[in-house]
């Protein structure tokens, strides 16, 4: 559906760069996310700049993605990486270097959508500079991170206190899955308005390739049993979990099992550490044959999903988690913590199996069963594909937040009267 208003958009992801690879440390899923909606509404009709912050001196300020949506790299702090527990104190320059660029090109905003918390905070800000109509993902709530952590970090009490006044008064705040709305609402606040629109997946990209001839571009025998894990090495991933099921399995043993570990990471930084960790309880647990690190991957993602028997999904917690709706596309069934989000994508007995997060016998339980009956791996993965076919593609993704859009654009906005900076003075 095209728009009915002022088709320009901003999409707000302060530390989650839509241009950059995805697969490491910090560029996840909503790198994916922002990306993907972004250039999915471009397809109809939206005119989107997506901007983030410029964390390197190499990157260029502005990369065109398709026809109406491009990325705009933003100065804010040091051009370097800086984690996201440590950007806060630099996001009011993010906010005056925005407000700089719509001077500069003559633009003015009439909606945006931030994602995470922080950019929640740069929207809040431009709302007190211009009328503006919000929208919110959050991506991660940190009521339910900090629940299952120990050592929360020094910004934990101000995220959290973001995180409320942003449900409690942006135009419209989206959850990815009924759990995350769920969870909103018991640990957040129960005042603010949410709406649920779904992440999506690339349903051309990932299915495009068959198990038979997947494997043979692997190098893998059709008798393998192959168990995938896709994703950063982080310990809230629970890729422990995993490794831990596949050293009690009941095909432990076999030369054919094998366990592929795949994600990026840069060695020394916290990546690296859980990967040196994981290695070390792979070795420990005398998996080192079986088991295999392909890295970071890319174009070849589609055919690693689609030549595993089974792809596992151990997280402590996802609010959506875009790793098990690519595997169902490519018609592998997923094996998941029965938490969040992978409760709404995955369907028990139906497209995969959910067990308990942290559970390894349970986990290897499940492993196994999927692994010894390959015509049930095979009815589960089909009616995984077909699940998200239907629901999940980012075209209905965008759909849904085209006529989100569009039914909060046709609405009179209000604007906040206390300005922290004006645009002369941004510019001077
Ligand atoms: N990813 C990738 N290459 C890798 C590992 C992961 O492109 O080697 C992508 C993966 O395909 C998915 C995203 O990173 O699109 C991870 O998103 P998810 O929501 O599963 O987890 P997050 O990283 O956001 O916690």
């Known amino acids: 559906m095209l728009p009915t208003h002022s088709n320009r958009i901003a999409l707000i992801s302060v530390h989650g760069d839509p241009a950059v690879e995805t697969g490491r440390e910090e560029a996840g899923g909503q790198n994916v996310y922002v990306r993907q909606v972004g250039e999915a509404l471009a397809q109809r009709g939206w005119q989107v700049d997506m ?4 964390s390197s001196v190499q990157q260029p300020k502005i990369v065109e993605h398709c026809d109406g949506c491009r990325t705009i790299r933003l100065t804010a702090g040091p051009e370097d990486f800086i984690g996201r527990d440590h950007l806060f104190d630099y996001l009011p320059e993010f906010v005056n270097q925005f407000l700089l660029f719509q001077k500069q090109e003559g633009i003015q905003y009439p909606l945006i959508h931030t994602n995470y918390w922080l950019s929640s905070w740069v929207g ?30 020094a910004i934990a ?53 068959l198990r038979a001839e997947a494997r043979q571009q692997l190098g893998l025998d ?42 990026g990471y840069t060695p020394g930084q916290s990546d690296g550490i859980e990967r040196d960790r994981i290695v070390g309880i792979v070795n420990e647990l005398g998996l080192t044959d079986i088991t295999h690190y392909p890295g970071r991957l890319d174009v070849e993602l589609p055919i690693y999903y689609a030549a595993a028997d089974v792809v596992v999904v151990p997280s402590h917690y996802e609010p959506f988690g875009l790793v098990p709706i690519e595997a169902m596309a490519c018609r592998t069934p997923v ?74 654009l046709a609405q009179p906005v209000s604007v906040e009267p206390t300005p922290v900076k004006t645009v002369a003075e941004v510019a001077a």
């Open 335 to 408: 094996v998941a913590s029965n938490v969040g989000g992978l409760q709404f994508t995955i369907v028990n007995e139906v497209t995969g199996l959910l067990v308990p997060p942290k559970d390894e016998a349970a986990f290897a339980q499940a492993i196994d069963r999927i692994l010894s009956d390959p015509a049930w791996r095979d009815q589960l993965g089909q009616t995984a594909r077909h699940r998200v076919e239907i629901g999940f593609s980012w075209d209905s993704v965008a759909g849904g937040l085209g006529y989100l859009y569009n039914k909060l």
């Open 51 to 54: 901007f983030t912050r410029r």
């Open 222 to 263: 059709p008798d393998d049993k192959v168990v995938l894990y896709v994703g950063r090495f982080d310990k809230r991933k629970g890729i422990e979990t995993l490794v831990r099921a596949v050293g009690q399995s009941s095909l432990r043993g076999q030369a054919n099992l094998k366990l592929m570990i795949a994600g």
């Open 157 to 209: 009490s101000k995220r959290l206190g973001i995180e409320k006044q942003c449900l409690e008064t942006v135009d419209r705040v989206v959850a990815t899955s009924p759990q995350e709305e769920e969870h909103m609402r018991q640990f957040v606040s129960t005042n603010g308005r949410i709406d649920m629109i779904p992440c999506g997946t690339d349903i051309k990209r990932f299915g495009s390739v």
């Open 124 to 153: 809040m800000q431009l709302k007190k500079h211009q009328p503006l109509i919000q929208v919110h993902t959050y991506h991660s709530l940190g009521a339910i991170k900090y629940r299952a952590i120990s050592d929360t970090p």
